[in-house]
């Protein structure tokens, strides 16, 4: 790879509020800070929660049923509405995106793997950002563990990205590079520019971001 490749984890604690309404502000921060990353010649790959939180707001509940299929039903609504306003806040950006829905055990089947890796780098030539979330209707893992943490280190792994990088509700980051076992905690979204600034993504090249070992979820 010439350019540096990296995923974003964006969770449902970053884009909710308490009344699960989406964050209008935090999609906009989000669509504006990777669309700066993007124009800064890096390729850029995002990983969503929120589809559940967007049914359950379009179709005016209070809260999360206790069912999987109706949680599974919600993300599906949801996720209309939620890469439709995705699309909203990067088009303020003149940023495309392209809609990306996987399930975590794509990991386990190689030639699944070899369509999404082909997918994955056309897009990102064509200087597309990848909006991915987990395949609810097949795929319930996410789910049941409430997080995207796995769906993201299987993304990495996948296309082999330079860092991993989970997006906090306070506006920090934690960054997994590629060929690590640890992860970097970086206080403000300065210091994250100055710190991918300072990666050297051809030495990272010789590295391999091995799944799901070098992600430690628990600890996130």
């Given at each position: 790879?010439t350019?540096?490749?990296?995923?974003?984890?964006?969770?449902?604690?970053?884009?909710?509020?308490?009344?699960?309404?989406?964050?209008?502000k935090?999609?906009?921060?989000i669509?504006?800070?990777?669309?700066?990353?993007?124009?800064?010649?890096?390729?850029?790959?995002?990983?969503?929660?929120?589809?559940?939180?967007?049914?359950?707001?379009?179709?005016?509940?209070?809260g999360?049923?206790?069912?999987?299929?109706?949680?599974?039903?919600?993300?599906?609504?949801?996720?209309?509405?939620?890469?439709?306003?995705?699309?909203?806040?990067?088009?303020e950006?003149?940023?495309?995106?392209?809609?990306?829905?996987?399930?975590?055990?794509?990991?386990?089947?190689?030639?699944?793997?070899?369509?999404?890796?082909?997918?994955?780098?056309?897009?990102?030539?064509?200087?597309?950002?990848?909006?991915?979330?987990?395949?609810?209707?097949?795929?319930?893992?996410?789910?049941?563990?409430?997080?995207?943490?796995?769906?993201?280190?299987?993304?990495?792994?996948?296309?082999?990205?330079?860092?991993?990088?989970?997006?906090?509700?306070?506006?920090?980051?934690?960054?997994?590079?590629?060929?690590?076992?640890?992860?970097?905690?970086?206080?403000?979204?300065?210091?994250?520019?100055?710190?991918?600034?300072?990666?050297?993504?051809?030495?990272?090249?010789k590295?391999?971001?091995?799944?799901p070992?070098?992600?430690?979820?628990?600890?996130?």
């Amino acid at each position: 790879m010439t350019k540096l490749r990296l995923v974003f984890d964006v969770e449902e604690e970053m884009l909710v509020a308490n009344n699960y309404v989406v964050d209008k502000k935090m999609l906009n921060y989000i669509a504006m800070f990777l669309s700066n990353l993007r124009n800064s010649d890096r390729e850029v790959i995002l990983v969503t929660a929120g589809a559940i939180a967007s049914g359950i707001e379009r179709l005016g509940l209070s809260g999360y049923p206790p069912s999987l299929a109706e949680k599974q039903a919600l993300a599906a609504i949801g996720q209309v509405e939620l890469i439709k306003r995705y699309q909203n806040v990067f088009d303020e950006y003149t940023q495309m995106i392209a809609q990306v829905l996987l399930a975590r055990d794509i990991i386990n089947n190689p030639k699944q793997q070899k369509n999404a890796k082909n997918t994955f780098r056309k897009l990102l030539s064509l200087g597309v950002i990848p909006v991915i979330n987990e395949n609810d209707t097949i795929s319930t893992a996410d789910i049941e563990q409430e997080n995207n943490y796995l769906l993201s280190a299987t993304v990495a792994s996948i296309t082999q990205a330079h860092a991993l990088i989970v997006i906090n509700k306070d506006f920090s980051f934690k960054v997994l590079c590629k060929g690590n076992n640890f992860y970097y905690t970086i206080a403000s979204k300065e210091d994250l520019l100055h710190f991918l600034s300072k990666l050297d993504y051809k030495a990272l090249n010789k590295k391999k971001f091995t799944y799901p070992t070098d992600f430690p979820s628990q600890n996130m």
